[in-house]
């Protein structure tokens, strides 16, 4: 009990002294800045709870080791505060002497330095403001000191008075209640002994500690690059083994690739030869035919002949038998007879007629037939007519084209909407040409463009968007993106020189191109073959599953899916620089315009005793061609920002990227169209084997409705069939083209197209940055010179 009575004894005993002596240093000076002193926390339960030791040490050796290392917190922490303080102090002054300067400075220059008074105002406000804040901490410091000590000094009451009672039933607890008074009295002593000494040991302790800092910065800096390099290394390692990965994977997908067009190969022959039985089967059917019509011609003849002697031998008869029945007069007999001639007469009648409608549907037939014939000739002569243009290679001319976007208009649509105009302007070799198209017009045409040219490399132009695309960055960027698109169809003479282009959208002076483009016909397949034909007249259409190109495909599809991850990673970053380099020259303008003239006037006028002469920038001599020159780079700043051109070759190279892949779907899209082609024509191939078998189908049913024979619908069928063929022929050829157009032509010209764009975007960078180094040389240049003027002045006065 009487060691808990002196622990709360030396507890509150060392609380007086760390805020007496805390305070005291706190509130040394009241010029200090109070937003620092708060940073720093005078809890004194915080306090008591770290500086105070344990009173249950029964040792008093013990007791004074531990009550050293709490002295040396405690000189640690006075040390911390003094620091602050003479910070404090430190800044007070130096902001009284810049008051005092300002003052003095605003007594010489009240008209040219107006804002000196509004900066004294705020010193002043903010002086006040400060020691208000100061008064309020000090009371708050005074009164949470009170109630703390309050608190503690009633818990030392309690504790006391229950200490007291059995005091006074132990006389031996009071012995030793003043024998740890004498001890602590003693430590008390000789902590003010080691305080005297420490002191001047600790200023030696942190500088040692603050080169251990530096040695442990400088070994952990070292520790943090062989992490990098293994971190590196490591990365290098697993990007090895992915490569590895994907060299092992396309090997096993180009072995199975090659195990398939095996496969396809063999069945392909197999269909091949099941077609050339069918074509055979089909001759055969055809030959057929005409010997069932030859025979069915001579058995109308041989029938005609019989009837007619049928005819005569039953006339003959019946004379014969009228003769014999006169002679003989049996009546009943020559009635019967009568009426039997008379019944084979009508029989002989219906299969005359019965023969006579044979003969007119078959006219009908041979009719049919014969304007089948004549289609399927005028097919083959236009079919004839085209292999012969497309023999004839088209010679473009190889005149330098310019085409730009030289001015952007937004005008007023009515009811509060606005449009975009962009004017193009160039010339080629049918003469100049001046038109202007909105952002819809250059839509419409590349879509018009990619239904007429499928598997061809049409370039992208910026994508649609939900809301208005009237404000200054986007019309910007379709600008750029858009006169691109303009000037790599110039690369593609067979589309630059085509009807849409030449006619339509460059020299045309309808606003409404796109009613133009709806009145044209519909495309068909034969349309884009000849299309595609005459613009790669020599191209090596092989096999469509060919695995050098199918290889060539595969592979570029892969790149493509790489590198658009790629640049969506490299358009945000572009995106952040230009960001940050135009807040970096805005900052730069502010300097030039605002900072560097304000200190001329403000400070370096005192001085040069007022002497504008003396000054560079603010001089009455030079304000009007510095003027010009900041101007003039604010004008450059705002024209020129080469990662903006950089960030518009990643977005293109993306949209780019986008769009080859359409041509590709396209491609894949044309297997679909041919499955579903050749589904159709098995079920017509089914209903014509019902009509053969005389089952009733949809198509029998309407020609029945309408009255028309059974071989007429057999006809239409068969018709079907073979329109469907020649579809599938046409289909497959085209898919055979547009593979051998992308393997061998428009996957070598993308990669051509994408390094002559980077060097072009690379030549722009390089101009715009040297016209940005030089508008910035000239400035900094017409400083230089201006100081070294005035430096020779001052070197003449001075002599």
């Not at 005359?352 to 014939?373: A, C, F, G, R, V």
Request: aromatic share 8%.
């Amino acid at each position: 009990m009487d060691n808990e009575i002196m622990n709360q004894f030396v507890k509150s005993q060392l609380i007086d002294l760390f805020n007496s002596q805390t305070k005291s240093q706190i509130f040394k000076s009241q010029d200090r800045d109070d937003t620092q002193i708060d940073d720093f926390d005078f809890n004194i339960n915080e306090v008591s709870e770290q500086q105070c030791y344990d009173a249950l040490i029964e040792k008093s050796q013990s007791k004074i080791d531990v009550q050293k290392n709490k002295v040396q917190d405690l000189n640690q922490k006075k040390e911390q505060l003094k620091k602050s303080l003479m910070d404090l102090q430190d800044e007070v002054q130096r902001l009284e002497e810049k008051l005092q300067q300002e003052k003095l400075k605003s007594k010489d220059a009240r008209k040219t330095i107006s804002f000196n008074q509004e900066e004294e105002k705020q010193i002043q406000f903010k002086q006040k403001q400060y020691e208000q804040l100061l008064k309020k901490y000090e009371e708050f410091i005074k009164n949470e000191s009170k109630r703390e000590m309050n608190e503690i000094q009633q818990e030392y009451n309690n504790k006391s008075n229950q200490e007291r009672i059995q005091s006074n039933k132990n006389i031996n607890n009071k012995k030793l209640e003043e024998r740890l008074i004498l001890e602590f009295n003693q430590v008390n002593q000789e902590l003010y002994e080691y305080q005297n000494i420490i002191n001047p040991q600790l200023q030696g302790n942190l500088i040692e500690l603050q080169q251990m800092m530096i040695e442990n910065d400088e070994f952990s800096i070292q520790k943090m690059e062989v992490q990098k390099n293994q971190m590196l290394e490591h990365l290098n390692t697993i990007e090895q083994d992915q490569n590895n990965l994907l060299y092992q994977k396309l090997d096993q997908a180009e072995e199975r690739l090659l195990n398939i067009f095996e496969i396809y190969n063999k069945q392909k022959k197999e269909i091949e030869e099941l077609k050339q039985r069918k074509n055979q089967l089909y001759k055969n059917i055809v030959i057929g035919k005409i010997k069932v019509d030859s025979q069915r011609s001579l058995y109308k003849k041989i029938k005609k002949n019989q009837s007619f002697k049928l005819i005569c031998l039953g006339i003959i008869f019946i004379i014969g038998m009228q003769i014999i029945l006169n002679k003989i007069g049996y009546k009943q007999i020559k009635i019967d007879i009568v009426s039997y001639f008379i019944h084979i007469c009508q029989i002989i009648y219906q299969d005359y007629i019965q023969d006579q409608n044979k003969q007119i549907t078959s006219l009908s037939m041979d009719q049919e037939s014969e304007q089948i014939e004549q289609e399927v000739q005028k097919e083959i002569k236009e079919e004839q007519i085209n292999e012969q243009k497309n023999q004839q290679v088209i010679d473009y001319p190889k005149t330098q084209i310019e085409i730009a976007i030289t001015e952007v208009i937004v005008k007023d649509g009515g009811l509060g909407s606005k449009f975009t105009q962009y004017m193009i302007k160039g010339t080629d070799n049918l003469g100049s040409f001046q038109v202007y198209r909105r952002y819809n017009d250059f839509f419409d045409l590349r879509a018009n463009l990619i239904k007429k040219w499928p598997g061809c490399y049409i370039p992208p132009i910026p994508e649609k968007l939900l809301g208005s695309g009237n404000d200054t960055e986007t019309v910007q960027i379709r600008k750029r993106l858009m006169e691109i698109f303009l000037n790599v169809l110039t690369e593609l003479p067979y589309i630059y020189y085509s009807e849409d282009i030449q006619q339509i959208f460059l020299r045309s002076s309808n606003t409404e191109i796109n009613k133009l483009f709806q009145q044209e016909k519909q495309i068909k397949t034969v349309d884009i073959i000849n299309r595609l034909q005459s613009a790669f007249p020599n191209l090596d259409a092989r096999d469509s599953q060919n695995s050098e190109y199918m290889l060539q495909i595969s592979t570029f599809q892969g790149q493509l899916k790489k590198s658009q991850a790629y640049l969506k990673q490299y358009i945000e970053a572009s995106q952040a620089v230009a960001q940050s380099r135009k807040q970096i020259q805005s900052e730069k303008l502010n300097l030039f315009f605002r900072s560097i003239p304000l200190y001329e006037k403000v400070i370096l006028s005192e001085y040069v005793c007022g002497k504008e002469d003396l000054l560079v920038i603010s001089n009455p001599s030079n304000i009007e061609t510095f003027m010009n020159l900041l101007d003039q780079l604010k004008e450059t700043y705002n024209k020129f920002n080469s990662i903006d051109n950089i960030t518009d070759l990643f977005r293109y190279e993306l949209k780019d990227a986008e769009s080859i892949q359409q041509t590709l779907i396209y491609r894949e899209q044309l297997l679909i169209l041919r499955a579903n082609q050749e589904q159709k024509m098995r079920e017509d191939q089914a209903e014509l084997a019902k009509i053969a078998a005389g089952k009733q189908t949809l198509t029998t049913i309407t020609n029945s409705v309408f009255n028309k024979a059974k071989d007429q619908s057999q006809l239409k069928v068969e018709q079907k069939i073979s329109e469907g063929q020649q579809e599938i022929e046409r289909l497959q050829s085209l898919y055979n083209i547009i593979t051998a157009v992308i393997a061998t032509k428009e996957i070598d010209k993308y990669k051509q197209t994408r390094i002559n764009h980077y060097h072009k975007f690379l030549k722009q960078v390089q101009i715009q940055e040297q016209k940005l180094y030089e508008c910035e040389n000239e400035i900094l240049q017409k400083i230089k010179n201006e100081c070294e003027n005035l430096m020779q002045l001052q070197n003449i006065q001075s002599l």
